[in-house]
């Protein structure tokens, strides 16, 4: 089946600009995790839904990051005012484990480029 | 707080030289430590999980094991293909809920 999608692959913006960060998850999976990973970097964790409810977002980075899983499938993960140091590779991952007892599986994620 | 450390940052080999990668880990309680592996380009794609110390599972040319401290990563006789970067992580519960936090990884060159 599908793996985990996410678009676009490549986001050039120029700072301050807004931008949105796609992810379709496996079917069904009822853990989505959103990771942000730096050049030559493990990934960082972001945050985490279950289903729509986003049960944490200890790692998001500030104010401007905010995302969302309104019907508990497809998720968005928005950037405002992009800054330089928010380029980077972002991740997405489902589990169908709401505990981790199943591997996380992850997609191909978007390189965000800020100019 | 949970920690992973992985050594060496990057690993250059021949093919058929076998080595090991480290991973040490701190963390409250292991309920799991995981293995990927990171092609460039693409998502981690999932290679083992480990449970308790002692425990051992191998794939193909890899076999992954684990103390209380630390867990390793051995590749025997490596072939190109396995180039890559490998990445350890740590089941956390820190803030809250569950997650994988993860190592800065290893780069495995294998030379032909």
């Known amino acids: 089946g599908a793996g985990v999608s996410q678009s676009p692959r490549y986001k050039v913006a120029k700072r301050g600009q807004d931008v949105a960060l796609r992810c379709d998850p496996i079917s069904g999976h009822v853990s989505l995790f959103w990771y942000q990973q730096a050049l030559g970097q493990g990934p960082e964790f972001l945050t985490y839904f279950q289903n729509e409810a986003q049960l944490d977002k200890s790692g998001l980075p500030s104010d401007r990051f905010f995302a969302e899983r309104p019907e508990g499938s497809v998720s968005t993960l928005k950037i405002q005012r992009t800054q330089q140091e928010d380029s980077a590779v972002y991740l997405c991952?489902?589990?169908?484990?709401?505990?981790?007892?199943?591997?996380?599986?992850f997609g191909n994620g978007t390189r965000l480029t800020v100019t | 707080e949970d920690q992973v450390t992985q050594s060496p940052e990057a690993l250059r080999l021949q093919e058929g030289e076998s080595s090991s990668l480290n991973c040490s880990y701190t963390v409250s309680g292991l309920r799991g430590l995981f293995w990927y592996r990171q092609d460039p380009g693409k998502g981690p794609e999932f290679l083992f999980t480990?449970?308790?110390a002692g425990e051992e599972k191998e794939k193909e040319r890899l076999k992954a094991t684990l103390t209380k401290k630390e867990s390793f990563l051995h590749i025997t006789a490596p072939k190109p293909e396995d180039s890559a970067t490998y990445l350890c992580?740590?089941?956390?519960?820190?803030?809250?809920?569950?997650?994988?936090?993860f190592g800065k990884g290893t780069k495995l060159t294998v030379n032909p």
């Open positions: 991952a489902s589990s169908s484990d709401r505990t981790l007892g199943s591997p996380l599986h």
């Open positions: 480990l449970y308790s």
């Open positions: 992580a740590v089941h956390s519960t820190q803030g809250g809920s569950e997650k994988l936090v």
